[in-house]
């Protein structure tokens, strides 16, 4: 994959300004609907089940994040899920947690189940948790783990007949058939509530102006994780609550340029 190529998904984003339907967690709510402004999406966070399927219908994607869910909110999920489906909306899934709770787990694999889910987004225990294979998880967040992530991701891919992310120190992105790995990012995104919910609505702005899911994919996760090191650099030794703010400056002002320079996209 090019760079010239990232760099006009980018471009698209930041043209077309697509709609980014997040029914997503009440922890990370602001700082999705910021960062995704920041970026030149339009962020929608509409919950209700009385409104999602109108909503998804006319987004340009749909995120679902179950990093704080509850019955209501599951339901509303698979009708705006549904609807986007018939519409020909992406989905972009992210099973925050999975693999915590035997109610996490089995939400996760209900909505893969019940929805045609466009790009699943997680770090490597929630991907595993979700296709059934063993994998170490404290809390929602990633455990040390054993296994290839990389083949982690292709069989997921394969499984679930979808585009994969798995994000990490390194980034996988795998279709099944074509896969990726990303070596851009910053250690300091992991002290930062939100950074992962965030990237997976990113994710959902690139699918709604590129069909090419894999192309969408790499060009969302280069673009954050440069946006990641620009950030880091322009607040260095400050900590996390400048470099938050400064993340959302970057991902407002990235250049064409940066990406050039800055892109270390790998493929397998």
């Given at each position: 994959m090019?760079?010239?190529?990232?760099?006009?998904?980018?471009?698209?984003?930041?043209?077309?300004?697509p709609l980014?339907?997040?029914?997503?967690?009440?922890?990370v709510t602001?700082?999705?609907?910021?960062g995704?402004?920041?970026l030149?999406a339009s962020?929608?966070?509409?919950?209700?089940?009385e409104?999602v399927?109108?909503?998804?219908?006319?987004?340009?994607?749909?995120?679902?994040?179950?990093?704080?869910l509850?019955?209501e909110?599951?339901?509303?999920?698979?009708?705006?899920?549904?609807s986007?489906?018939k519409?020909g909306?992406p989905?972009?899934?992210?099973?925050?947690?999975?693999?915590?709770?035997?109610y996490?787990?089995?939400?996760?694999?209900?909505?893969?189940?019940?929805l045609?889910?466009?790009?699943?987004?997680?770090?490597?225990?929630e991907?595993?948790?979700?296709?059934?294979?063993?994998?170490t998880?404290?809390?929602?967040d990633?455990?040390?783990?054993?296994?290839?992530v990389?083949?982690?991701?292709?069989?997921?891919?394969?499984?679930?007949?979808?585009?994969?992310?798995?994000?990490?120190?390194?980034?996988?992105?795998?279709?099944?058939?074509?896969?990726?790995?990303?070596?851009?990012?910053?250690?300091?995104?992991?002290?930062v509530?939100?950074?992962?919910?965030?990237?997976?609505?990113?994710?959902?702005?690139?699918?709604?102006?590129?069909k090419?899911?894999?192309?969408?994919?790499?060009?969302?996760?280069?673009t954050?994780?440069?946006?990641a090191e620009?950030?880091?650099?322009?607040?260095?030794g400050?900590g996390?609550?400048?470099?938050?703010?400064?993340?959302?400056?970057a991902?407002?002002?990235?250049?064409s340029e940066?990406i050039?320079?800055?892109?270390?996209?790998?493929?397998?």
């Amino acid at each position: 994959m090019k760079t010239e190529q990232i760099e006009q998904t980018l471009k698209k984003v930041k043209e077309f300004n697509p709609l980014v339907h997040n029914i997503t967690n009440v922890v990370v709510t602001n700082f999705t609907a910021n960062g995704l402004l920041a970026l030149g999406a339009s962020p929608v966070m509409a919950y209700a089940k009385e409104e999602v399927a109108d909503m998804a219908k006319i987004a340009g994607a749909l995120v679902l994040n179950i990093g704080t869910l509850s019955h209501e909110e599951i339901e509303a999920m698979l009708i705006a899920g549904k609807s986007a489906n018939k519409h020909g909306v992406p989905i972009i899934f992210d099973p925050v947690g999975a693999g915590a709770t035997p109610y996490r787990t089995e939400t996760s694999r209900r909505i893969v189940n019940e929805l045609t889910i466009s790009i699943l987004r997680g770090n490597a225990a929630e991907v595993a948790n979700v296709i059934g294979t063993e994998w170490t998880i404290k809390g929602v967040d990633a455990g040390e783990g054993s296994g290839n992530v990389i083949e982690l991701a292709q069989i997921a891919a394969k499984k679930l007949q979808t585009t994969v992310i798995i994000t990490g120190k390194d980034d996988v992105i795998s279709d099944g058939e074509t896969t990726y790995v990303v070596h851009n990012g910053h250690p300091i995104l992991t002290k930062v509530t939100g950074a992962g919910c965030l990237l997976s609505s990113v994710v959902g702005a690139f699918s709604a102006v590129e069909k090419n899911l894999l192309l969408a994919s790499v060009s969302a996760i280069t673009t954050y994780g440069v946006s990641a090191e620009l950030a880091a650099k322009q607040t260095a030794g400050k900590g996390p609550g400048s470099f938050q703010i400064e993340l959302l400056n970057a991902l407002a002002t990235i250049t064409s340029e940066e990406i050039r320079h800055h892109a270390n996209v790998e493929k397998l």
